[in-house]
């Protein structure tokens, strides 16, 4: 801060405030930490991890127009401008035009990133991320975008039990609270207990299993991405192999309920592709700025947004109360999985520094 701020805060301050001296001291002695810029330089404070924030949420926007849009192809709402297309067709052409926007990213590469010794993980990878992708699709086709985001961000929670059992990594005291917490959000939102018929109380019921079978699936593909990274994959192979599996793979269940698509399905379906690709480089780039603890709590965005869309696109108002209770609950759980974040990093940072 300069030699000139530091006298006036030590001289200039307590007389302008008129406190006690008790008070006084305080004040100087916060004034002097700042001063010294152990706060304003610590890492919390980089221009990186703001601007990783940024990407993040851009990211989260690209998702949330993502699900609006597969919304009303997918039929899910009660005014249709055109034919719905089935999951599977949407899915498929989504891949092609995604892998057609990431194609000079992926070239760039080069054929050497393609090398591995362990091309059936990646194929059940990839596998498992387009399970992922149609059982969300379905959800998106059969509830409220907003519902089904909350019940989905309970992925992190099947992340860590799955780590505890393929990964072997230790579940803390902190992490079984917030496994408890996601499960309790989950059922609040849901309400299995109640029927259907029951217009008194909002319930979901069964139809919670898609969303929650989807975060399974994507759980997976993190589980086998952080395999394949711990036995020596590159980062560029990660990715290349995501790309270029993803539209074989799909293709797959589109076979048995073959649509074409026509007229204003196309600029629809394109514009998938393209979120699709900016929702992929700018993930990536958020995790090259930033740190994941960090960037957990700020992709909850992405159920505002996703709700944003739901609320414009076809008047789906989460009124609710059981589903906002519910998926605070479900955030909470996320936020104590990020337990190196904010001022615990900056404390410790400060004390060892």
């Known amino acids: 801060m300069g030699y000139w701020y530091k006298t006036y805060l030590n001289a200039a301050l307590p007389n302008f405030l008129c406190l006690k001296t008790a008070h006084c001291s305080t004040i100087i002695a916060m004034a002097k930490i700042i001063s ?20 993040k949420i851009v990211s989260c926007a690209c998702f949330a127009g993502i699900n609006g849009v597969v919304r009303y192809l997918s039929g899910g709402t009660s ?10 067709t949407i899915m498929f052409f989504q891949n092609v035009f995604g892998l057609l926007f ?63 059992f393929f990964l072997h990594e230790k579940i803390t005291a902190s992490r079984m609270a ?25 319930s979901i019921g069964l139809l919670a299993l898609l969303p929650l079978s989807s975060a399974v699936a994507f759980t997976l593909n993190k589980l086998l991405t952080r395999k394949l990274a711990n036995l020596g994959e590159t980062p560029t192979a990660l990715a290349t192999y995501l790309l270029l599996l993803m539209v ?24 998938l592709g393209a979120l699709a690709a900016g929702a992929h480089l700018s993930f990536s780039k958020a995790y090259q700025l930033a740190e994941v603890s960090f960037l957990t709590p700020i992709g909850f965005s992405k159920f505002f947004l996703s709700a944003l869309v739901g609320f414009l696109a076809f008047s789906e108002l989460p009124t609710s109360l059981s589903l906002w209770i519910g998926t605070l609950i479900i955030f909470a759980s996320i936020v104590l999985l990020s337990h190196n974040i904010s001022l615990y990093s900056i404390a410790k940072r400060f004390k060892s520094s």
């Open 36 to 55: 010294n810029a152990k706060i304003l330089n610590s890492p919390f404070w980089r221009s990186s991890l703001w601007e990783g924030a940024f990407w």
């Open 79 to 88: 005014t249709h401008a055109i034919e719905p297309l089935p999951v599977q």
């Open 248 to 271: 074989p793979i799909s293709f797959i269940p589109v076979l048995f309920a073959w649509v074409t698509p026509v007229g204003w399905h196309w600029p629809w379906l394109i514009l």
């Open 178 to 202: 917030a496994i408890l917490f996601s499960v309790i959000g989950a059922f609040i939102i849901s309400r299995p207990d109640v029927p259907l018929e029951n217009e008194t109380i909002h």
């Open 102 to 164: 990431m194609l000079p990213w992926a070239l760039k590469a080069g054929l050497n990133s393609l090398y591995t010794k362990r091309p059936f993980l990646h194929f059940i990878r990839v596998a498992a991320s387009v399970a992922g992708i149609y059982l969300w699709y379905l959800t998106l086709q059969k509830m409220p975008i907003a519902e089904g985001v909350a019940l989905n961000f309970t992925g992190p929670i099947f992340t860590v039990i799955g780590a505890a």
